[in-house]
């Protein structure tokens, strides 16, 4: 099953080609790096993923249907989730509640009637949604700090709650945007064994080279809005095209 194609898709910022008739597959469950210089189209094709650009032509495809008109909105609700590059939690929300606020949008939240009813249905579905949460705070090494305000913790801890919370609802198709930056040597690691123990597919643009080639199992390479190599990350290191583009 190829869980995200992108099929010939291009971008023009005025006379600029940042995405140039860009094409390539993510088959499901591979961590997919996308690499390049800076300018080379990265932002750009994170952007017309998960559906804050339109292309000018070609199409995205997620798990077989074409999503390229659809909302970010709808696109979630296929099962596509993203970090961003900026850190976007609630402060003033514990670790728990901040995973936990990230399963309510199935409804179920409710308010005084919900509670006054308090049917067993609703009961089993908080305490499922409960369980959900600390199997989610173990995987992301967020456990004891389950009862922190995320405004309290430092940012490389704050962006494993922001992946916490993108992962609880089981996404089918995980974008993360540079998820290394701010993080420490050791928060590294573990975001690296966090998503080697994904089953989801993953599609990550990350600059830092040494995470990326020991992280992902497949790079797309992209140089001034064309994709100029691909492959897996044995491959992509000794190729001389990439090299000229990064060292060039
Ligand atoms: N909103 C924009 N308006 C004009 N040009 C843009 C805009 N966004 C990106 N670009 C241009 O498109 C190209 C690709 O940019 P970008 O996708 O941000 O690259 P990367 O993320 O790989 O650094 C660059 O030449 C950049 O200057
Ligand atoms: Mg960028």
Redesign the pocket.
Known sequence: MTALAVEGVSVS??G?M?LSEVSFTVPEGQVCGVI??????????FDVVSGLRRPRSGRVLVAGADVTGDSPVRRARAGLRRTFQRTQVFGRLTVADNVLSALEWRGGGGGLLADLTALPARRRLEAARRERVSEVLELCGLLPLRDAYAAALPVGQRRLVELARALADRPSLLLLDEPTSGLDADQTVRLREVIAALETTVLL?EHDMGFVMDTCDHLVV?DL?KVIAEGPPSEIRTDPVVRAAYLG
């Open positions: 910022f005025g600029v940042a390049g210089p800076n300018g080379a189209g990265k932002t750009t094709l643009v992209l809005g």
